[in-house]
């Protein structure tokens, strides 16, 4: 497990960015922070890395943006999703092995997510500052 310090949002960009260097192509990488804690921003970093330039927003409504980069990125939410039967619905698990899968609110699904997986926790310290946790890859 890792723990870094992000002062602004460029930075917490900056950290999704350096595991995107990390990465195959075929990762699950569970998101956890409450509103607000940068879990966009460094997806947006994240695909970035990926080559993608592609504005990178959060899929409240829609579920799951697609980017297509170095790797295809697929940037779920599932902050309405509780139930398997809700997963099931918006085709998340046709997604699996096709590329990175980025899932924001991961808690409402987590007892349906792999447990080879890479786990980024936001936490807020302040206005701007944020702790990032990743468990699963360390970044160099």
Do not use: C
Request: negative net charge; glycine residues 12%.
């Amino acid at each position: 497990m890792q723990k870094l310090i992000s002062k602004n949002e460029q930075q917490t960009e900056q950290i999704g960015e350096r595991l995107a260097a990390l990465l195959n192509g075929d990762e699950i990488i569970a998101m956890y922070g409450g509103l607000g804690a940068g879990k966009t921003a460094f997806t947006r970093g994240l695909a970035r890395g990926l080559g993608i330039d592609d504005g990178v927003s959060s899929p409240t409504f829609a579920l799951v943006h697609e980017y297509e980069g170095k790797f295809m990125l697929y940037h779920f939410d599932m902050y309405r999703i509780n139930t398997y039967d809700d997963l099931y619905s918006t085709g998340f698990f046709d997604y699996e092995g096709s590329g990175v899968m980025v899932i924001e609110w991961s808690g409402n699904i987590e007892p349906f997510l792999p447990v080879n997986r890479i786990n980024v926790t936001i936490s807020r310290l302040s206005d701007n500052e944020r702790e990032i946790t990743i468990e699963g890859a360390e970044l160099t």
